[in-house]
């Protein structure tokens, strides 16, 4: 079986089965953006006024994957990963 290719400017999301509390996001997953790998994490809230109260939308965070150096792990931007995988 051929091992899975990420495409640039695609990503996938799978249910988050480690969710601990409200903060933890629903879906987890990964993207290819220009090149560089991006953790994707995803909630579902609820508009609550104007309009459109009480639709639901997705909202979403993407955080760059850390990279290995030296063999320790960096975050490009943070010196600490968030914690979230």
Same mark, same amino acid.
């Given at each position: 079986?051929?091992?899975? %290719? !990420? /495409?640039? *400017? %695609?990503? +996938?999301?799978?249910?988050n089965? *480690? =969710?601990? *509390?409200? %903060?933890?996001?629903?879906? =987890?997953? +990964?993207? @290819? #953006?220009? $090149? !560089?790998?991006?953790? #994707? +994490?995803?909630w #579902? *809230?609820?508009? =609550?006024?104007?309009? /459109?109260?009480?639709? /639901?939308?997705?909202?979403?965070? @993407?955080d &760059?994957?850390?990279q !290995?150096?030296? $063999?320790?792990? &960096? +975050?490009?931007?943070s010196?600490?990963?968030d914690?979230?995988?």
């Amino acid at each position: 079986m051929a091992e899975y %290719q !990420q /495409k640039d *400017n %695609q990503g +996938s999301l799978f249910k988050n089965t *480690n =969710r601990k *509390n409200d %903060q933890h996001p629903l879906y =987890r997953g +990964s993207a @290819l #953006i220009g $090149g !560089q790998e991006y953790w #994707i +994490s995803a909630w #579902i *809230n609820e508009v =609550r006024s104007g309009e /459109k109260a009480g639709e /639901k939308y997705m909202s979403l965070k @993407l955080d &760059v994957k850390e990279q !290995q150096q030296g $063999g320790a792990s &960096v +975050s490009a931007g943070s010196e600490e990963a968030d914690g979230f995988f």
